[in-house]
């Protein structure tokens, strides 16, 4: 038997000899990796308790982050409430089920962002970049987008009664079961939206391109 074969043989004999010394080694592996010199990684999902400090970004309500590069970062289910991301980087962004009531995003860079079921009343991202955004079943009653770039977004069975969608470019977007409930639609460009179910009661629509006024 050469020696490699020999010295498996007594490491097996060892274990079967000793199962629980080798259990307790695996379920703690830190003493053997100190040892070693070896760094011990733990892999773990959960959040540490607190706000979040990211690129030197404290999320938590009411701070104050204009310009922050939050982009491709996990903020789902954060409450971020009126929070100041005036400017901010949130290219790819997972904001989903995050509460963002009041939260300031003017000028924003959301891109991709994921709002789905985010909770958004009262928001204002004006003159922000939205392409490609994905809002399905957000609520946004009073939320102000005027002057954004809402090109390709879903907005499915999203509440935006009274919301502020004055001069904004919504093309190509999934508007399907929406509620537009009395928003302010002046100076809009709409076309080539799926409107399935949408309603568009009591919209302001006073100069509105493409806006479905005989809906």
């Given at each position: 038997?050469?020696?490699?074969s020999l010295g498996r043989a007594i490491t097996l004999a060892a274990m079967l000899a000793a199962p629980s010394a080798f259990a307790a080694m695996a379920d703690d592996p830190s003493p053997l990796a100190a040892e070693q010199g070896y760094r011990v990684i733990v892999d773990t999902d959960d959040r540490a308790d607190g706000?979040?400090?990211?690129?030197?970004?404290?999320?938590?309500?009411?701070?104050?982050?204009p310009g922050v590069?939050?982009?491709?970062?996990?903020?789902?289910?954060?409450h971020l409430d009126g929070m100041d991301l005036t400017g901010a980087r949130l290219v790819r962004t997972n904001l989903h089920g995050a509460t963002l009531k009041g939260t300031v995003m003017d000028r924003a860079d959301l891109r991709g962002a994921d709002l789905s079921e985010a909770y958004m009343q009262?928001?204002?991202?004006?003159?922000?970049d939205l392409t490609g955004a994905d809002m399905d079943y957000s609520r946004m009653a009073g939320i102000d987008f005027t002057g954004s770039?809402?090109?390709?977004?879903?907005?499915?069975?999203?509440w935006a009664s009274k919301?502020?969608?004055?001069?904004?470019?919504?093309?190509?977007?999934?508007?399907s079961e929406t509620k537009?409930?009395?928003?302010?639609?002046?100076?809009?460009?709409?076309?080539?939206?799926?409107?399935?179910?949408?309603?568009?009661?009591?919209?302001?629509?006073?100069?509105?391109?493409?806006?479905?006024?005989?809906?």
């Amino acid at each position: 038997m050469s020696e490699h074969s020999l010295g498996r043989a007594i490491t097996l004999a060892a274990m079967l000899a000793a199962p629980s010394a080798f259990a307790a080694m695996a379920d703690d592996p830190s003493p053997l990796a100190a040892e070693q010199g070896y760094r011990v990684i733990v892999d773990t999902d959960d959040r540490a308790d607190g706000p979040q400090v990211i690129n030197g970004c404290e999320l938590k309500p009411g701070g104050a982050c204009p310009g922050v590069d939050l982009s491709h970062q996990d903020l789902s289910g954060m409450h971020l409430d009126g929070m100041d991301l005036t400017g901010a980087r949130l290219v790819r962004t997972n904001l989903h089920g995050a509460t963002l009531k009041g939260t300031v995003m003017d000028r924003a860079d959301l891109r991709g962002a994921d709002l789905s079921e985010a909770y958004m009343q009262g928001a204002t991202i004006r003159d922000a970049d939205l392409t490609g955004a994905d809002m399905d079943y957000s609520r946004m009653a009073g939320i102000d987008f005027t002057g954004s770039n809402l090109t390709a977004v879903s907005m499915e069975a999203v509440w935006a009664s009274k919301g502020r969608f004055v001069g904004v470019t919504l093309v190509a977007a999934n508007l399907s079961e929406t509620k537009f409930y009395q928003a302010d639609m002046a100076l809009a460009t709409l076309g080539d939206n799926t409107n399935r179910f949408t309603i568009w009661e009591g919209v302001h629509m006073e100069n509105c391109t493409g806006c479905p006024v005989d809906w």
